[in-house]
C-alpha cells in the first residue's frame, strides 16, 4: 500500500472509530472561541506527499511554522543566491486553508550553511553585511504573508550542568554571530528588522526555561537580563517564544513558570509556546494508553500554568509522532528502541490524550 494512502485510510479509521474527535471541531475553533491561537511546525514537503496528514494540518491549526523552510541553509543555500520557493509553498497552503504562517529563525547557530560560519569569520564588517543582507532581503519576501518572526533563536547560554554546556559565564550563548559581531549582534538585528518592517512582531525564540530545576531556573535568569538589557536600550522586541521541548524526567511546578511569564508580560512582552512537544522519561509506563496518558497529563499541566501566565499562542512542533524531531533527530530519540509519542497525534494519525487535553484546555 502506498505511503499517502495509508494515513488516509488511518484517517478514515480514527474517524469510523467514531467518535467525535473527527466530526468534532478542530483544534484551532476551540482555541479561537477562547481567544487563543493553536498552531503547529510543517514541512512543505511532507504537506505535499501526505494528503491525509495535510488534512489534520488544515483542520487543527490556524497558525504554521516551518519547520525547516525558513532557515538560512533552506533560504540561502549559497551566498546571495536566496531559495524561497520551500517556503513560498508552506505560505500557499497556509492561504488556501486561512491560516496564518509565522516566521523561523532570522538568526540562528544551527542550520548554518556551509558557506555562512567561514564567512562571518572573515570581519565584522562583512558579517554586518551578510547579516544585514539576510534579514532585509527575507523580510521583504515574506512582508505580506509572515507577521511575526523568530529574529533571534536559542542565544541565551545554557549554564552549567547541562548536557551541552556553554563555556561562558555571560548570558549569550557562544554562537558564531556572537564571535564576529559581538554582544551587540541581537541588538543590531532587532534593530534592523524593525527598520525593514516597522510593524512587523520581533520574537525572541529560546528553550530550556520550563522545568522547575536549578538549571532551568538559571537560564530564565540569563534570558530575563538579556531581555531587560534590550528594554533598557530602547531596543524593539515584541514577544518571546518559549519553545517547551518538555522533558518529563523534570519536574515541573507552576509558581516558579508563572511567575516567570509575569516578569516577562511585566516588560510589556507578549509569550508564545512555540515548539510544544514532551520527551518521555527514561522509565517509560507499561503500556502505550499509560504512556499516553502521562504525556497529556504533563503537557497540560505545563500548558495550564501557561494560560494562567498570560499565553495565547500555543504551537506544537509537528502534529504526529511519525514525523517529530523526537523520532528522527538521533541526539533526541530513545535509545531503548522505543519511540517517543510527545505530540498530539500517533504516527497512524490517531488523537492521543495529548489531543483531547488541548480541547479541553481550549473549551476552557
Ligand atoms: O534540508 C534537507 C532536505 O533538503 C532533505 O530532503 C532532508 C532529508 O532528510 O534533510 C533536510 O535537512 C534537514 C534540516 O533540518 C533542514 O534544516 C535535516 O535532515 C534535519 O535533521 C534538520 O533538523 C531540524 C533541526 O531543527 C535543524 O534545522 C529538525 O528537523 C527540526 O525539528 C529542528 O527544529 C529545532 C528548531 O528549529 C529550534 N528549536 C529546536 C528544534 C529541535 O532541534
Redesign the pocket.
Known sequence: MSLARRPLLALAGAALAGPTWAQGPGLRQLARARGMSFGTAVRG?VLQDDPALAALVAREADLLVP??EG?W??LQPERGRFNFEPLRQIIRFAQAHNQRVRG??LLWH??MPPWLAPALREGASQANAILEEHITTVLRETRETIRDWDVL??IISNPPGSDNPDPTDGDLRPTPWLAALGPGYAERALRLARQVDPTLRLTLND?GVEADTPWAAAKRARLLRVVRGLIDRRCPLDAIGI?A?LQMREPFRAEPFIAFLRELRGLGLAILIT?LDVREPDQLAPSLAERDAAVAEYAGAFLDAAIAGGVRTILT?GLTDRDS?LV??PGVARRDGQLHRGLPFDAELRPKPFRARLARIFAG
Request: glycine fraction near 0%; avoid cysteine; aromatic fraction near 20%.
Open positions: 514537503q519547520e525547516w532557515k541553509d533552506s523561523h529563525a544551527v542550520a533563536n536559542e528553550y519553545q521541548h515548539e512542533w524531531w528522527q533527530e
